[in-house]
T-cell receptor, first 114, second 114 residues
């Protein structure tokens, strides 16, 4: 199993550009999520999904869109990048329910917006 | 609203000594509590969780944590620290009866001194 994969590893954008961060998992997990990690802020939930066709907002959803058309993929779209979106982005997945609900994290995408 | 507090930005401990990393939480329902570890330039890895049952839970790499409902705490402990335990540790909580929104603490950097 590859686990949770994220592409790209690094990205530099100019203000106003758009892009999509890719996330895929091969563990048949129902739950997938996106976080951003900023110094002193910990991880903050951007969006999450409990299954294909179902998405919901986390703590910091503004400026980001998601969709979940398959169980495996959960892309994160930045509509018009801003310097405040400079961060490290992590995708995670897990089963839902009480058992085996610990999240598996991808290696992260380091995004810089100039 | 859910919240997690990790009151210490950094904890220093000598190798071989016991270590404690503190976490307190607030949720309206029954808490699902998690500890994750992050090594430099890596994604987070699951250590242990409390969902229900015994208040003392054991996890990976010799770590354990005690759920204390009256003090709303879930402190991470290890009887004898190793230099290789040096990393960034995150506590996370979800309301078991609520949405799938996970809230992470700001992280505690553990430094084990040889």
């Amino acid at each position: 199993n590859a686990g949770v994969t994220q592409t790209p590893k690094f990205q530099v954008l100019k203000t106003g550009q758009s892009m999509t961060l890719q996330c895929a998992q091969d563990m048949n997990h129902e739950y997938m999520s996106w976080y951003r990690q900023d110094p002193g802020m910990g991880l903050r939930l951007i969006h999450y999904s409990v299954g294909a066709g179902i998405t919901d907002q986390g703590e910091v959803p503004n400026g980001y869109n998601v969709s979940r058309s398959t169980t495996e993929d959960f892309p994160l779209r930045l509509l018009s990048a801003a310097p405040s979106q400079t961060s490290v982005y992590f995708c995670a997945s897990s089963y839902v329910g009480q058992r085996n609900n610990e999240q598996f994290f991808g290696p992260g995408t380091r995004l810089t917006v100039l | 609203a859910q919240s997690v507090a990790q009151p210490e930005d950094q904890v220093n401990v000598a190798e071989g000594n016991p270590l404690t990393v503190k976490c307190t939480y607030s949720v309206s329902g029954n808490p699902y509590l998690f500890w994750y570890v992050q090594y430099p330039n890596r994604g987070l890895q699951f250590l242990l969780k409390y969902i229900t049952g015994d208040n003392l839970v054991k996890g990976s790499y010799g770590f354990e944590a005690e759920f204390n409902k009256s003090q709303t705490s879930f402190h991470l402990k290890k009887p004898s620290a190793l230099v290789s335990d040096s990393a960034l540790y995150f506590c996370a909580v979800r309301d078991g009866a609520g949405t799938y929104k996970y809230i992470f603490g700001t992280g505690t950097r553990l430094k084990v001194l040889a």
